[in-house]
């Protein structure tokens, strides 16, 4: 009976763990900015599908046009040039679209987004104003994340 116990206890811990592991806590932009492995401001190419054993991505080429920390070379690459991988079907991925100019803020791992702090490090620019967060002009968003990273 001890043993019965002790395992229901332990899935239902484990459970616990695990709802409470996909629980992201708000990030400021320089907690984002010191966690990021690369930021780049870049154009979202059309995405494909890529299957990766079980796993399926929806892969978006990028045209890095700036490049604010990090090595973009890093990132995981599709034909060639650096991508983000999405896990296909991931909820709460923001709208990601081809010709989306964005501020991103990457881990260089394939992980379900590649997206800072469960997607909080996506910033999009659309008519040169950044639709996210309390920093609107983009070349000040530059500055507040290489400040807070303290490195260009």
């Given at each position: 009976?001890?043993?019965?116990?002790?395992?229901?206890?332990?899935?239902?811990?484990?459970?616990?763990?695990?709802?409470?592991?996909?629980?992201?806590?708000?990030?400021?932009?320089?907690?984002?900015?010191?966690?990021?492995?690369?930021?780049?401001?870049?154009?979202?190419?059309?995405?494909?599908?890529?299957?990766?054993?079980?796993?399926?991505?929806?892969?978006?080429?990028?045209?890095?046009?700036?490049?604010?920390?990090?090595?973009?070379?890093?990132?995981?690459?599709?034909?060639?040039?650096?991508?983000?991988?999405?896990?296909?079907?991931?909820?709460?991925?923001?709208?990601?679209?081809?010709?989306?100019?964005?501020?991103?803020?990457?881990?260089?791992?394939?992980?379900?987004?590649?997206?800072?702090?469960?997607?909080?490090?996506?910033?999009?620019?659309?008519?040169?104003?950044v639709e996210a967060g309390?920093?609107?002009?983009?070349v000040k968003l530059r500055?507040?994340?290489?400040?807070?990273?303290?490195?260009?």
């Open positions: 009976m001890r043993a019965i116990l002790r395992t229901a206890l332990t899935g239902a811990a484990l459970l616990t763990s695990l709802a409470v592991a996909t629980t992201a806590p708000t990030l400021t932009l320089a907690q984002q900015a010191k966690k990021a492995e690369v930021i780049v401001r870049a154009k979202l190419g059309t995405s494909v599908e890529v299957k990766d054993g079980a796993v399926t991505y929806l892969v978006y080429p990028l045209t890095v046009t700036e490049t604010i920390a990090g090595d973009p070379a890093q990132l995981p690459k599709q034909e060639g040039a650096p991508a983000l991988f999405v896990l296909k079907d991931l909820a709460d991925v923001p709208a990601l679209r081809p010709g989306l100019e964005v501020v991103a803020l990457l881990y260089t791992a394939r992980l379900d987004s590649p997206f800072v702090g469960f997607n909080q490090g996506f910033y999009p620019v659309t008519d040169g104003r309390t920093i609107t002009d983009p500055e507040a994340l290489v400040a807070a990273r303290g490195t260009p």
